[in-house]
């Protein structure tokens, strides 16, 4: 009865949803731009009004829009403002965008005074991919109005002569000489630190391109160009004001184009903005050195094309888990382990983990990677990023973090003193980049073994130029990893310290009892918590992983590490040493250690579902009567009425998979976990489980466990 009220009770809730939206949805329009939006002050992060910044904004000379090329709401906001400055100065303003090169400003004049159609001038002027979505409002707009538009930066075509000398190509122009801007002005130290620091991890290849004179590098000619074309549309056009868009970096701490105006025209009054792409830009704080004069935190709703892609933004949540310590208290507050493990495991597998090595010692809080993706053991993993997205894949882990522990500090007693981030593989990667770009928390960080690490160099480093009067947090962060990885790891390190970030190298330890330790230590080092003392001559053992299964290998350690309360030291090994070093250790899996419910994993779903232990076709009549008796008694029904156990063989029968699933099916249970009765079960048998079990993958909800390595198994060989 409940669970019939339940669903009728959903299905109306959802069926109302969808009738009221679509009925609802009279037009397609975005938001209103004022509901998108916060505007802050530059200097101080101060919220104000819209108004506020365009009465300020209309008494320029120039503004400088400072954006990400393909976000939506940017543009929306760039159409505003320059609307709003031609309203309020009797449409005496020139637009000027970087998006159109000098040598096309023919085409775009013909165009805007009625002498060539748009075809004809898109055809000829080069316009961006994405003129259509970002830039034609404002050019249409301009042309009804009568007003100039600039095509400011320096033309491609001549760029591409002056890849090798500059001066002789300058030199060879003749007539085409007046594209290029009259002097070439050096830009500041400071600039071209934060332009190299942009590209760090191409460094190198950029300026064995573009050779040692850098005031004909490629962005000191963008900039050059339309910091000249700005001054020359003031010249040419007595009382309007400019509204110059460009890429944010060209214009940030008024350097780049505006620096270049400024020595051009000394007296020139400039306003900068600043246009950041934001989740939730009402809360969003401002940190570090101003920016610009005003900084529009734009909600990201969409992007234009880019790349032959659009895309939209959703919010998606990032699941974790927390155990905080029952003694833990105002008075006694306890450290915080955050910890990562690598693609393929699960957050519950490493929080069983860390809270049995430390104990009620301290908080644990354990995060599941944000994608989630089925191994090929057919186990439901997950992976913290992709090589195509890694930038934007690691920065929204990086939001999620930092979410994660401001949730946990604020809400549980926590010493924000003793904050300790932790991963291992990819989730070290992720560690790694966190603690070098969060500006939030003070933490100490130990990267196990990182991996995929490279695309870090594609983040810029957060100079200690840039934080202004402010102080970075503290962040420490340590590597733990082959010496093989420390010959890129330790180059990355010292550029770490250059910005404020303590960095150090561990090998790590070949013995695997000995590595077991040297990370426990660590950690446990940098949570400020009793280091343990292994006692001298302890007994070896150890659990052998048979494949390359992230899932195996944290279920091996788990098995491990309940192992070692026997004075011996157990550990999760890939290569059994010698038998004369240390001894094997395996979980025998029978009916009887699974009549505790604990012991038997539930199938997932709000309205339960059946869990199918597949055993081996060939156990023998007296084995397999007393895996049926399991199943009449049924542990996991008697501890929830919406579970259930059934017992199935991997071979054909009337108890082979397919007859079980079909007999269920008619049965109406279509929500079934299937696991075979091991510990862990490879890739191999899964998949013949798999093939079993094709008939019914459409019809029923299947769901599969490669084995029982992650429940509270009896300890016994």
Excluded at 320 to 343: F, K, T
Aim: charged share 25%.
């Amino acid at each position: 009865m409940y669970r019939a009220v339940l669903i009728q009770w959903i299905c109306g809730v959802a069926l109302g949803w969808f009738s009221s939206t679509l009925m609802g949805q009279t037009d397609f329009h975005s938001p209103p731009i004022e509901d998108c939006i916060s505007v802050r002050v530059g200097a101080t992060g101060q919220a104000i009004h819209w108004d506020q910044m365009m009465m300020d904004l209309a008494t320029a000379d120039v503004v400088f829009l400072g954006e990400t090329h393909d976000d939506d709401t940017t543009h929306r906001v760039e159409w505003a403002v320059y609307e709003g400055l031609l309203a309020r100065r009797d449409s005496k303003v020139v637009l000027a965008l970087e998006m159109f090169e000098r040598d096309v400003q023919p085409q775009l004049d013909e165009y805007l005074a009625g002498k060539i159609d748009e075809k004809a001038f898109l055809a000829s002027a080069r316009p961006w991919q994405n003129y259509h979505e970002a830039y034609r409002p404002m050019v249409e707009k301009a042309k009804s109005v009568g007003a100039p538009v600039v095509a400011s930066n320096f033309p491609r075509p001549i760029r591409m002569k002056m890849m090798g000398d500059a001066e002789k190509a300058l030199q060879s122009l003749g007539n085409d000489r007046g594209l290029a801007p009259a002097e070439f002005l050096p830009n500041s130290e400071v600039y071209w630190k934060r332009t190299d620091n942009a590209v760090r991890g191409h460094l190198g290849m950029m300026q064995a391109m573009e050779g040692a004179d850098r005031r004909y590098s490629t962005q000191s000619l963008w900039d050059n160009s339309m910091g000249e074309s700005c001054a020359l549309a003031l010249d040419r056009n007595p009382g309007f004001s400019v509204v110059h868009v460009n890429g944010g970096f060209h214009t940030s701490y008024w350097d780049g184009t505006a620096g270049q105006l400024k020595k051009r025209k000394p007296d020139c009054k400039i306003k900068t903005v600043s246009i950041v792409p934001a989740t939730s830009p009402s809360s969003e704080r401002l940190k570090g050195a101003p920016v610009a004069d005003y900084v529009v935190l734009a909600e990201q709703l969409a992007t234009n094309i880019n790349e032959e892609k659009w895309s939209v933004f959703v919010n998606r949540k990032t699941d974790y888990q927390l155990h905080v310590p029952a003694n833990a208290s105002p008075e006694n507050r306890v450290p915080l382990l955050i910890w990562l493990g690598s693609d393929g495991q699960a957050s519950g597998d490493g929080l069983k983990f860390w809270h049995a090595a430390l104990g009620e010692q301290a908080a644990v809080l354990v995060l599941d990677p944000p994608f989630r993706e089925l191994q090929r053991d057919l186990s439901n993993g997950g992976r913290w990023f992709w090589a195509d997205s890694f930038s934007e894949d690691v920065s929204a882990m990086i939001a999620a973090i930092e979410r994660s522990w401001s949730y946990a500090l604020e809400r549980y007693p926590i010493d924000p003193n003793r904050v300790c981030l932790a991963g291992e593989g990819t989730g070290a990667t992720v560690v790694a980049a966190t603690t070098l770009l969060t500006d939030r928390m003070s933490v100490n960080s130990v990267a196990i073994q990182p991996r995929q690490y490279a695309k870090i160099k594609d983040f810029p480093l957060p100079l200690l130029e840039d934080w202004g009067t402010e102080q970075p947090p503290r962040r420490a962060l340590q590597i733990i990893a082959s010496p093989f990885d420390g010959e890129w790891w330790k180059g990355e390190l010292k550029e770490y310290e250059t910005v404020g970030l303590s960095a150090r190298w561990a090998d790590a330890d070949v013995d695997p009892w000995s590595h077991f330790e040297q990370v426990d230590h660590i950690i446990r080092d940098a949570l400020s918590i009793e280091v343990r003392s292994t006692p001298e001559n302890v007994g070896r053992r150890y659990v052998q992983v048979d494949s390359k299964s992230p899932l195996h290998l944290i279920w091996a350690r788990l098995a491990a590490q309940r192992a070692s309360t026997d004075g011996s030291l157990c550990v999760a090994v890939t290569n059994p040493p010698d038998s004369a070093v240390a001894r094997p250790f395996s979980v025998t899996i029978s009916p009887e250690t699974l009549s505790n419910p604990e012991a038997l994993p539930k199938c997932p779903g709000a309205f339960g579902g059946t869990t199918i232990m597949v055993i081996d076709a060939e156990s023998d009549n007296a084995e397999f009567s007393r895996w049926l008796d399991l199943e009449k008694t049924d542990p996991l029904n008697k501890s929830s009425r919406f579970h259930r156990l059934r017992i199935a063989t991997s071979g054909a029968g009337d108890h082979g998979l397919a007859n079980v699933l079909k007999t269920l099916f008619n049965e109406k249970r279509t929500n079934v976990l299937i696991v075979p009765a091991t510990f862990y079960a490879g890739e191999g048998l899964m998949r013949e489980l798999e093939t079993n079990a094709a008939n019914f993958a459409d019809r029923m909800t299947i769901q599969w466990l490669p084995g029982l390595g992650g429940q509270k198994l009896p300890l016994s060989e």
